[in-house]
């Protein structure tokens, strides 16, 4: 803003020989530089030295002055812009680094997920797998205990029937032997009987 108005006040000076040929042009550019306080203070004190029939050359000095200073700022401005850029290029390079990385990290990680997912599906499939085969072998085992109870059964049964015919067996032996000793059968009798119920049953 000051740059332009110190153009404005460049082109007032130049016409200050002729304000009322151009009269409505030096009005409208001396209201715009009045609006803004740097070129308020100006106007003031250009008014104040051309009151005073001053040389316009003191005026070209404090322009040359206000030159000098806007250049030095305005050097000063691009050295700060320069380490700015500069600042703003590495920030972006590392940005552009940690998006690189970042980015290969979440491909590996995707890479990751699909792998472990992949087992994961491979472990619930052998999982119910074993849990059926589990089952089966769950229902083998009750089947076997109790076919196994029912064989002990009929083991047991059978062995007490095999008992019971081996003692009824002893039982005619020792009488057929009695009798062949000379005992009568009168006397025998009641053995023959039970022995006889015995191996009836």
């Known amino acids: 803003m000051k740059i332009a108005v110190i153009l404005a006040l460049i082109a007032v000076v130049a016409l200050g020989g002729s304000i009322r040929r151009a009269e409505a042009d030096t009005k409208a550019?001396?209201?715009e530089i009045d609006n803004h306080p740097f070129g308020n203070a100006l106007i003031s004190m250009i008014s104040l030295h051309l009151s005073t029939n001053g040389p316009l050359e003191e005026i070209v000095v404090?322009?040359?002055?206000?030159?000098?200073?806007?250049?030095?700022?305005?050097?000063?401005?691009?050295?700060?812009?320069?380490?700015n850029q500069a600042s703003c290029e590495e920030n972006i390079r590392n940005f552009q680094q940690q998006i690189s990385t970042l980015t290969a990290q979440r491909n590996e990680n995707i890479k990751l997920r699909d792998i472990t997912q992949a087992s994961l599906n491979v472990a619930e499939k052998d999982l119910?797998?074993?849990?059926?085969?589990?089952?089966?072998?769950?229902?083998?085992?009750?089947?076997?205990?109790?076919q196994r109870d029912q064989e002990h059964n009929e083991y047991t049964n059978a062995l007490a029937e095999h008992q019971q015919g081996i003692k009824a067996l002893d039982g005619a032996i020792q009488l057929l032997n009695h009798l062949q000793s000379g005992t009568s059968f009168v006397q025998?009798?009641?053995?023959?009987?039970r022995v006889?119920?015995?191996?009836?049953e």
Do not use: C, H, M, W
């Open 196 to 200: 006889t119920a015995e191996l009836l």
């Open 29 to 31: 550019i001396l209201s």
């Open 62 to 83: 404090l322009l040359n002055t206000l030159r000098s200073q806007l250049n030095k700022q305005q050097e000063e401005d691009d050295e700060l812009n320069r380490t």
């Open 128 to 146: 119910r797998e074993t849990i059926n085969a589990l089952n089966l072998n769950q229902q083998r085992l009750t089947q076997g205990q109790a």
């Open 188 to 193: 025998l009798k009641k053995r023959f009987e």
